[in-house]
């Protein structure tokens, strides 16, 4: 749930004219090797890997929300350069607004999402035991917990379960099999948010809008404009190791302990040498 993700994901949304063209090679030689419309044989382990690089451009040029005749013309295009035809449209004429093309389609595709988004949240309000904080995020207490509550700049242990509103599950800490460990500050603001409301031991139900998540971006799983659903535990607060005294710092730089009324020494930075013994 970091946020450096929403980044990555605009900047992928910046280069639609490579990613859109592989994918759809790939969709449209599927005709072409298997002389129809089946899906392509993946036996060899080259082709599964190929398979696999589809999956992963494919979600990158989703947010062209292209329809099925769309796609047949675009396969098209890609054909007609594959084989050295000649195009009927100039592609140093067209080709500049492919991306602004995808930014429109993005931008509606997240005011859609959005739009289910608000009325999934709002019936996640209604529930019993709901709260809507100012933020817009729905907070519900599953299972009580007994221990403090984190801040901000805490470390955490939890155990998580993100879905869609559609219930499709994108990320999973119980499926790895052990809990994930962050800085409440590193993460989305609806968890830095959400998760300080807890104490250790509790499940709770975070529903996160999109400003507060993922943003109009998204990231590959997460639609742009996406509500999210979180179910969290919160294991534990990961406790700092004590900052190290002045006799540890001498001891660990071969240095002898300071005399009472005396002025410790200053540790020799890393790497110098020791000095000669007399």
């Known amino acids: 749930m970091r946020r450096g993700a929403k980044d990555a994901t605009t900047v992928a949304m910046m280069k639609p004219v490579i990613l859109a063209s592989l994918l759809l090679a790939f969709s449209g030689c599927d005709k072409l090797a298997t002389g129809g ?9 080259d082709q599964k890997t190929l398979y696999a690089l589809g999956l992963l451009i494919g979600r990158n040029v989703q947010q062209f929300n292209l329809t099925p005749a769309e796609l047949e013309i675009v ?19 067209f080709g500049p607004e492919v991306n602004q093309l995808g930014r429109k389609r993005a931008e509606a595709r997240a005011q859609k ?13 209604k529930e019993a035991g709901a709260e809507r904080t100012t933020s ?14 984190p801040t901000a700049t805490d470390t955490v242990k939890v155990n ?14 119980y499926k790895r099999g ?39 971006g ?17 294991v534990d607060i990961v406790k700092k190791p004590p900052a190290p005294s002045p006799a540890e710092l001498n001891a660990l730089h071969g ?13 020799p930075p890393p790497g110098a040498k020791k000095p000669a013994a007399k």
């Open 218 to 234: 998204g990231r590959p799983g997460i639609p742009g404009g996406a509500t999210l659903t979180f179910e969290v535990e919160l």
């Open 113 to 125: 999402e959005k739009d289910k988004g608000k009325t999934y949240a709002d019936n996640a309000a």
């Open 136 to 149: 817009g995020m729905i907070f519900r207490s599953i299972a009580p917990g007994t221990g403090a509550s």
């Open 178 to 216: 052990q809990p994930a460990e962050f800085p409440l500050n590193g993460v989305i603001p609806c968890w830095t948010e959400g998760v300080q409301k807890m104490k250790v031991g509790e499940k709770a139900k975070l529903v996160c809008p999109s400003n507060i998540a993922y943003g109009d």
């Open 37 to 45: 419309g089946s899906a392509p044989k993946l036996e060899t382990e």
């Open 75 to 93: 396969k098209a295009g890609i054909a007609d350069q594959a084989l050295d035809k000649k195009p009927p449209v100039v592609l140093q004429q």
């Open 160 to 173: 998580y379960k993100g879905t869609l509103i559609d219930g499709t599950e994108f990320d999973s800490s």
């Open 255 to 267: 240095m002898a302990p300071p005399q009472p009324g005396a002025h410790p020494p200053i540790p």
